[in-house]
């Protein structure tokens, strides 16, 4: 488990804009913060990955959401607020504004209410919703575990947080409640 002093270099490192590494459901992810241009860019260049593909943020609750959704119904509200045997990440109306690097230019984001208890805890810490994308170059295996994810990008200015990921065996899985489809 990882020290007080670490989650507050985490904590740090993502209010100054780095790009962090950290344990989710079922891999490590990469994240930063939402509205920060340079970290954003940053992570997509770690990844080679494009903007248009849009990114997931994760949040310990929904008011850290609230910046980038539009108001939801009371049913939707209970439907994203309870917990699932599977991580799901929700794809929802964004609100106007939020930024195009977020939602790969469409009118909908994806959220995800956290429920590994590490990465939520940090998202408390932090009071803020985080990026949240595999630790992993586009096309290529995600990391599953701390040493592999320095490995890969401690020389790349990425601060990896201690930690083991869930029991998860899959990504989270997407849906589109408004639609109502399964899109992962």
Known sequence: MPSAWQKKCFVNRL??????????????????????????NHLFDLKGRSEDKGLILIASKLSQLSPYIQPLNEPLLSTINEPGEQPTTWLLPAKQGVPDWLTGGRDKIAIRLIRHALAKELCELADMAIVSTSANKSGCLPTKTANQTRLKFSKKDVYTMNGQVGSSRSPSRIIDPVLNIQLR
Request: charged share 15%.
């Open 15 to 40: 209010h100054a804009g780095g790009v962090v590494a950290y344990p989710t459901e079922a891999v490590f992810g990469l994240g930063c913060d939402p509205l920060n241009r340079e970290a954003v």
